[in-house]
């Protein structure tokens, strides 16, 4: 059996300086894009709101798949929970129905949905609006774990291509988005039984549109092939899956058995062994990084905002343009939200201000959006100044272009970038004596 040692993902943060840094994280966030969210029903639109346990929460790795392909059970090699009571349970059938997050506590205890959704403190309370039924499939799981000082694992239920969404008794793939959004790491895992694409797979890579840097590709249980299979396997994978990302360049690969057994003898041990150490790299690459990345996870959310209130403001713009004292209110906004193409509202955005067209959310989205909110609801982003808070566009203007960006310049000025933790450590990049034979 192998016991897998963690390389350097132990090493601990500067604890104080990354409360400091967080908490003004917090404060721009309230003080600068918030009161545009509110203004302009933002939440609304994307349907998702930051709580402050979402700034300050750890680290998230999700793990998604079909079923039996290991993702339990990579969980517990990770965490050094085989053979222990408190291991997540495995099998050759499906066998994990629930979302179940694992995070860290004082003792062992399973916390309910329920009680993770009412609680304010965690950053898993925007649950709640998917209903009971989810509740229900939602269990955490607390343990005193010094990796899970440091991140929140989440273990999905497998995919079963045969299911329909309706028998789930919740929606699967909004919950699946929900996590996706705010997850560091996605680790999506096959086996090399179950490489086919179905529709629920389909639908899930895209979901994972745009968020293709966070993804890592296992090819797990590897050791149950020669190596000349392997090879078939892979490119069976590659071959599978290249329709569904579709970009320049493809998610990292890892190919190894990530379970505590040995491996098979006559297989690729090396390469397995070098698998593992450069996952666990990945990782703590990912736990390191955690101040940058939610830094610029509020950033980015800073520039949606930004440019939904711009949007919003020129539809408001346009109607009162196009009104007149002989007007159907209803009907005049109906032609300008049907065909917005017609009254310039997205190209003038593009004109005037600094946004990309990449940026730009569907137009398709705003017929739905002004279809609850009226249009007349809304003021002009010049009505939105006082005289003692400023102007709202003012404000998430600077937080984006200055506040945000000289937060993120201070944390990684106090790095030395020529120094890594594992040099701090003396960890080295490739430790002695990593896997001990029992």
């Not at 392997?230 to 994978?237: E, F, I, N, S, T």
Request: hydrophobic fraction near 40%; charged fraction near 25%; include cysteine.
């Amino acid at each position: 059996m192998k016991v897998l040692v963690s390389l350097c993902i132990l090493v601990p943060l500067l604890a104080l300086a990354t409360a400091a840094a967080l908490q003004r994280l917090r404060k721009i966030y309230h003080s600068s894009i918030r009161p545009m969210e509110q203004a302009y029903k933002y939440n609304e639109l994307r349907q998702h709101e930051i709580s402050d346990g979402e700034i300050t929460s750890k680290p998230m790795v999700l793990f998604l798949g079909p079923w039996s392909v290991g993702k339990s059970s990579m969980i517990n090699y990770l965490l050094g929970l085989q053979d222990t009571p408190y291991q997540l349970y495995t099998g050759a059938e499906p066998t994990t129905s629930e979302f179940t997050v694992i995070m860290h506590g004082d003792k062992i205890r399973t916390v309910e949905g329920i009680v993770m959704a009412a609680d304010s403190s965690r950053s898993f309370s925007p649950l709640e609006k998917f209903g009971q039924n989810f509740l229900e499939k939602l269990i955490g799981i607390e343990m005193p774990h010094q990796l899970l000082e440091r991140v929140t694992f989440v273990d999905t239920p497998g995919i079963i291509e045969n299911r329909k969404q309706q028998e789930r008794g919740y929606p699967f793939n909004d919950v699946c988005q929900w996590f996706i959004d705010r997850a560091d790491l996605i680790f999506v895992v096959f086996d090399p039984t179950k490489l086919d694409v179905g529709l629920e797979l389909e639908m899930l890579f895209r979901q994972l549109k745009g968020r293709e840097s966070q993804i890592r590709i296992i090819l797990n249980k590897a050791d149950n092939l020669a190596t000349q299979d392997l090879m078939r396997v892979y490119g069976a994978l590659f071959w599978s899956l290249a329709p569904l990302i579709n970009v320049t360049e493809p998610p990292r690969v890892y190919v190894s058995s990530f379970w505590p057994y040995d491996y098979a003898p006559d297989t690729s041990r090396e390469l397995f062994k070098r698998e593992e150490i450069s996952l666990l790299e990945d990782l703590n690459q990912v736990i390191e990084n955690r101040l940058e990345n939610k830094i610029a996870f509020i950033r980015q959310h800073g520039i949606r905002v930004r440019i939904h209130a711009l949007l919003v403001d020129r539809y408001v713009q346009t109607f009162k343009e196009k009104m007149s004292f002989f007007s159907d209110p209803e009907l005049v906004f109906k032609e300008i939200v049907d065909d917005p193409d017609k009254f310039y509202i997205f190209k003038s955005i593009l004109a005037k201000t600094n946004v990309s067209k990449f940026d730009l959310p569907n137009r398709d989205a705003y017929r739905d959006f002004f279809g609850i909110n009226p249009v007349n609801s809304f003021k002009q982003l010049s009505a939105q100044c006082s005289y003692m808070g400023g102007c709202l566009l003012e404000k998430i203007e600077r937080a984006i272009t200055n506040e945000l960006p000289a937060l993120l310049g201070s944390i990684n000025s106090g790095k030395n970038p020529a120094l890594s933790s594992c040099e701090v450590t003396g960890c080295g990049e490739k430790p002695k004596n990593r896997y001990r034979r029992n």
